[in-house]
Every structure is written in structure tokens, then in C-alpha cells.
């Protein structure tokens, strides 16, 4: 048979393009679900697909359920193994991307959260690389502010608060730019539209703390994790501001959708002359090697899945 994407719906395995809901669903009229995405890397020559850090989105996902008052109906392992299952069902042998989703389900009108039921749903489809990262991305600071935490709770990973950045993605790419950053509204550097901002100078790694508005991106942590274990670099935690990204050694961005993206200018400035630098060029090379599975003591960030013989 061959591959096709899959969804996971009402508790039922069908094609993706079986999967239908009302369009009276709560979550598409007011923004009322939170998602994660999940990234199965395929490694051409072991032939095998590894789904990166399974287990640490669907905790993300059930905190960013209870922050709207929802709960999973699938308990950790649970969702693992039906992840597993969706991806041998689809039968792909390429990069793929899992979307499971916490969502108000009800048919029903009127904005709030309480007494409106809600459901799970994921699906996998094949996604390949989401910027180009062959030389780096061009960037430049949004006129659009990352949400605050006063309006959206930002560490939780809602569908409603994606219209910031969608705003942003829009305003960036129409304006000739591959991707935005945005400030929080103390004019401090935030994040990218669905990227975590790092930028490194005299040898010393900096990103943004969690209360600058930032999604805590697994993948952040992930690069964290091996720049102080793999190259012996600490990251510093602390607040950045705009002009500090335009003359830093080097910057670059993570996220499970954009990888390890570096960034060869920030509003037109060129970065390490347009040139990827050298420790984001090691920290490409090291993500690369552990989400396929080639580096050793990474192994326990993967879960390999057999996908069919093609
Ligand atoms: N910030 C935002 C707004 C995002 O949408 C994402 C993607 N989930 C990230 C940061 C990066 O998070 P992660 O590395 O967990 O994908």
C-alpha cells in the first residue's frame, strides 16, 4: 500500500483526508486549543525514522492543556504508542511532522472555557525542511510585539495566540524576509514566529529567559543541553536587546519545525559577514547528528519507529 498522511480522531486510526470535525467546532471559531508538533527525522542510510523528544511535547501539551482548563484523555504512554502507531500506518520513509492537538470540541457558541467539552486529535504528514538553511535566514524585527503574558498565558502553546505570530511571519515575508523577531513589550528581544533566538558572542551563548514571553522551546533546550556537554559552552539566561543581535558574533534560531537556522543578517545587518559562525555551524552539525540517531548518549531523545519496507 502505499503511504498516505494519517490522522488519530475520536479515538479511530483513518486517512487524513477522512478526518472531518463541524464548522461549528468552539476551537475554530475563538482559538481555543493547544497543539504541539513533533518532528520523525527519517536517516536515509540506517534506513529507520526517529521521532525527536516525543515524550517532552506531550508534557508540554497536557501543561498547555491545564493552563486552559483541559485534559488529555491519553496518558503519556499512552500517546506515545498511538504516535507510534499513526506513523507505521502512514508508511512514509521521509521527514515527517506529527500535529497532536487538545482541543474545544463541543458545537457550541460563546466564548469561555468552562462546560464546553474537549477532545484530542492528532495527524502525520511529510514535511521537509521549513527555512532555508543553506547559508541562513535574513530576519528583522517585527512592528508586531510578542503577546504578554498578561493577555495570553505564552508559555502554554495555544492555537489563538498564533495570530501574533502569523502577523509577524506575514509582515516579515511580504517585506522580503525569511523570518521575524519579536520584541516583548519591554522592548526586549522575544522569539521568532515559531523559533527560539540565541546569539552568541566572545565564545558565550545567550537567549532570552522564559519570562521574556518566549515559548520554552524543547529545541532550545536541546541545544543547550549539547553546547555545554558536546563543546563545554554555557548559555547564559538573560534579557537581549535589538542593537545587541546587529553586532553579535553570531546569532541563530531554534525550533522543532526550523531545526538549528542560523541567521546571516537582523534588519539588514549582516551577521559574521552573511557567513554561518563557527560554534552555530558545530551545534548544526551536533542537533543533525543527534536527531538521526549518530550521536552516542543522545539515544534516549529518540524513539525509532520502523515505517514499512517501502
Ligand atoms: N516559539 C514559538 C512561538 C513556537 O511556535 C515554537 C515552535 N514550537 C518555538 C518557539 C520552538 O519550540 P520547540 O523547539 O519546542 O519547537
Request: aromatic fraction near 8%.
Amino acid at each position: 500500500m502505499s503511504a498516505q498522511p494519517m490522522a488519530y480522531l475520536q479515538g479511530e486510526f483513518l486517512p487524513l483526508a477522512d478526518a472531518k470535525i463541524s464548522i461549528m467546532t468552539h476551537a475554530l471559531h475563538y482559538g481555543t486549543a493547544v497543539f504541539e508538533g513533533i518532528r520523525a527525522n527519517w536517516n536515509a542510510e540506517s534506513e529507520q525514522l526517529y521521532l525527536f523528544r516525543m515524550r517532552e511535547h506531550y508534557e508540554r501539551l497536557r501543561k498547555s492543556a491545564h493552563a486552559l482548563m483541559m485534559e488529555l484523555p491519553l496518558s503519556d504512554d499512552e500517546l506515545c504508542e498511538m504516535t507510534i502507531e499513526l506513523i507505521q500506518r502512514a508508511g512514509f520513509r521521509e521527514d515527517l511532522y506529527v500535529r497532536p492537538m487538545v482541543y474545544k470540541s463541543a458545537d457550541a457558541l460563546g466564548v469561555r472555557l468552562h462546560g464546553i467539552a474537549e477532545d484530542f486529535l492528532a495527524f502525520v504528514i511529510p514535511w521537509g525542511a521549513y527555512l532555508d538553511t543553506e547559508g541562513g535566514v535574513h530576519v528583522v524585527t517585527s512592528s508586531w510585539r510578542r503577546s504578554e503574558d498578561t493577555s495570553i498565558p505564552v508559555r502554554a502553546k495555544v492555537t489563538g495566540v498564533y495570530i501574533n505570530s502569523a502577523l509577524a511571519k506575514t509582515e516579515a515575508e511580504t517585506a522580503g524576509f525569511d523570518e521575524a523577531i519579536m520584541l516583548n513589550d519591554d522592548g526586549h528581544v522575544s522569539e521568532g514566529s515559531g523559533e527560539n533566538i540565541f546569539m552568541i558572542n566572545d565564545g558565550v551563548i545567550y537567549t532570552p529567559p522564559s519570562n521574556d514571553n518566549i515559548l520554552v522551546g524543547i529545541t532550545r533546550a536541546s541545544v543547550i543541553e549539547l553546547a555545554e556537554q558536546e563543546l563545554g559552552i554555557p548559555t547564559v539566561e538573560r534579557t537581549i536587546d535589538r542593537s545587541e543581535l546587529w553586532i553579535a558574533d553570531e546569532v541563530f534560531m531554534t525550533g522543532t519545525a526550523a531545526h538549528v537556522t542560523p541567521i546571516s543578517s537582523v534588519d539588514r545587518r549582516s551577521i559574521n559577514g552573511g557567513e554561518t559562525g563557527p560554534i552555530t555551524a558545530q551545534l548544526e552539525r551536533l542537533y543533525f547528528d543527534a536527531i538521526l540517531g549518530r550521536l552516542e548518549g543522545y539515544e534516549h531523545w529518540l524513539t525509532p519507529v520502523d515505517s514499512g519496507s517501502g
